[in-house]
């Protein structure tokens, strides 16, 4: 009955989800079905468990949201987003829209801004783009989801990424673990992703589809009259990446503030503090954006400041609480007692004497469950990541590729119709989950198989 009400919970979830009912609203009603079918009490488990977490979450992760939806509608507003878009469109062509956008979301995110942030810095200009190129606006989610939420979230050696960092403690690796899997991890990825996004594109322009009627988060039509220099207009979006960097490689690694940082009134995790001053830098980088977005045009944004502040404020946080609220349930489910049996079931698959299989798929199943990549993961690791590591041992099998195997398998079937991130990008897009969940859930399909692909190919050749 326990795992009866998990996978009833979770499937209403996503049936609301795409029906475009709200998940703050559900996320905590089906939560609580579950705990129901568990036996557990409802009032407790919604104030002590729920919302403790979403509140959590809200804590850690809201600057970036406030500050990413801001710094998305200045770049907007001061006609930034409209002079990159026309100046990528000029340069490449109209059919090199789709790639240029994929790769702007890919280079933001392997440089470390966090993949919420990335998808409202890159929508203004995209959203410009596909209008330009006469693209479908239905197809843009899918096509940011592939630069953001793939290949350089997980599959990269090297990348910052949240996803990429958490095995590490349980394997003792580091950020470029198994660099050649992950490499052709990525190219797969990445060539897959964009076959089937031209594919879908060209579908849709010889059907006679343009951009589209759309009235939801459009971006007001600008002339081209007063544009900012394009090469100027990037300068907002290289600022955060490269301030970025410096600060998280450069500037905080040797700030020592653990003598009074741990003191009241801050009170700091100490073993935290390193992760809490990356979290610093990335809200500073997006200041400074913000503040040069403001500064390109002034003739542009002039009378707008209120506007595109405001715009941005309200956004953010309905994103947040989006994604907050399925971290909420995910919190829910993970404590039920049903959860640990699915968990020890999947543990239980065989892979040819290899680990890599029951891996892949226990952190792939627990991320969809969870709704949460890193949930999922962590989840996971948490509970058998010292006996994945004893199993690998005993196989051959590297403790690097255990990493990489789990951080490219979190980011596959996580990408559910529940899932936050899923739904903040289109919330940010103002498309529903019928209009362009098909095509994202397409190229998470591409990013799952590729993960099963190279282990079945790991098992032949052996690289790592």
Do not use: C
């Not at 002079?83 to 090199?96: D, H, N, P, R, Y």
């Not at 899923?422 to 998470?444: C, E, M, N, R």
């Amino acid at each position: 009955m326990e795992v009866l009400g998990i996978l009833l919970s979770l499937g209403l979830l996503m049936f609301m989800a795409y029906r475009g009912f709200s998940v703050i609203f559900f996320a905590p009603v089906f939560a609580l079905l579950a705990a129901v079918f568990s036996g557990m009490a409802l009032a407790p488990t919604y104030t002590e468990i729920y919302l403790p977490n979403l509140a959590n979450y809200v804590k850690v992760y809201f600057p970036f949201f406030l500050l990413g939806a801001v710094f998305g509608k200045v770049m907007e507003e001061s006609g930034a987003a409209k002079a990159i878009a026309k100046a990528i469109v000029s340069k490449l062509g109209t059919k090199q829209a789709m790639l240029a956008v994929v790769l702007s979301a890919a280079i933001l995110t392997y440089g470390g801004v966090s993949l919420f942030v990335v998808a409202f810095a890159v929508y203004p200009f995209a959203a410009s783009i596909f209008k330009e190129a006469g693209i479908p606006k239905r197809l843009l989610p899918a096509t940011i989801a592939l630069g953001a939420f793939t290949f350089t979230m997980d599959a990269l050696p090297g990348t910052p990424q949240i996803q990429n960092s958490i095995p590490m403690k349980f394997f003792n690796t580091d950020l470029y673990a198994a660099p050649v899997f992950g490499t052709l991890g990525a190219i797969i990825v990445f060539v897959g992703g964009m076959l089937y996004l031209e594919w879908r594109k060209r579908k849709a322009i010889a059907a006679g589809e343009g951009y589209g009627d759309h009235t939801l988060q459009e971006s007001e039509i600008i002339d081209d009259v007063n544009l900012p220099n394009p090469w100027l207009s990037t300068v907002p979006l290289i600022s955060v990446l490269v301030v970025t960097l410096i600060l998280q490689k450069m500037v905080f690694p040797h700030w020592n503030i653990t003598a009074w940082a741990v003191q009241a009134p801050y009170k700091m995790d100490k073993a935290g503090i390193l992760g809490t001053m990356n979290n610093w830098a990335l809200m500073i980088a997006l200041l400074i954006g913000i503040g040069l977005a403001f500064i390109i045009n002034p003739k542009r944004i002039k009378g707008n400041v209120a506007k595109a502040i405001n715009a941005g404020a309200i956004g953010s946080l309905l994103a947040v609480l989006n994604t907050a609220s399925e971290v909420g349930f995910g919190n829910v489910i993970k404590s039920l007692p049903g959860f640990n049996s699915i968990a020890h079931a999947l543990m239980s698959i065989k892979g040819g004497g290899s680990p890599l299989l029951s891996e892949a798929v226990t952190v792939n199943t627990l991320a969809g469950v969870t709704g949460s990549a890193s949930g999922g993961m962590s989840i996971a690791l948490d509970t058998f990541g010292k006996q994945y590591l004893e199993w690998g041992q005993r196989a051959g099998v590297s403790p690097e590729l255990l990493h990489r195997v789990a951080s490219m398998a979190s980011g596959g079937m996580d990408t559910l119709p529940h899932n936050g991130a899923v739904i903040t990008l289109l919330g940010i897009a103002g498309l529903t989950h019928k209009q362009s969940y098909k095509d994202i859930f397409a190229i998470t399909v591409i990013k799952t198989l590729t993960v099963f692909l190279l282990i079945f190919a790991q098992s032949i050749i052996h690289f790592v």
